[in-house]
């Protein structure tokens, strides 16, 4: 048994909350599970090995950027990964600051 407002648990039988005076319930209503972000990911540049991938992200962590590196193990060969390179993904609405801040760590 479980009180709904304060989620107290109690033992079968009990059939208000001690605290709040409430009905309680045989179980935990669940919650709808909440729609995903509607967020863009767009790649924001290309490296032709995941370490120098791996710096840019972490240039865009230090100025507080999520961001991901894609495909630096998927694939099964050097050849494929200097083929199509390491994706650096950002979020499209923080893509402008990202690309200053990788323009900056270039010069």
Do not use: W
């Not at 709808?32 to 863009?40: E, G, I, T």
């Not at 060969?77 to 993904?89: C, K, M, N, Q, Y």
């Amino acid at each position: 048994m479980l009180c709904p407002q304060c989620k107290t648990e109690y033992r079968f039988g009990f059939t208000h909350c001690s605290d709040c005076g409430t009905p309680l319930v045989n179980f935990a209503a669940v919650e709808p599970a909440r729609p995903q972000d509607d967020m863009q990911l767009i790649v924001l540049r290309t490296f032709p090995t995941e370490f120098d991938a791996n710096i840019a992200k972490a240039a865009l962590e230090a100025a507080g950027i999520d961001s991901m590196v894609q495909g630096a193990r998927a694939r099964t060969s050097d050849f494929e990964r200097l083929a199509s390179g390491i994706s650096l993904v950002v979020r499209a609405e923080d893509a402008e600051d990202a690309g200053g801040i990788l323009k900056d760590l270039s010069e």
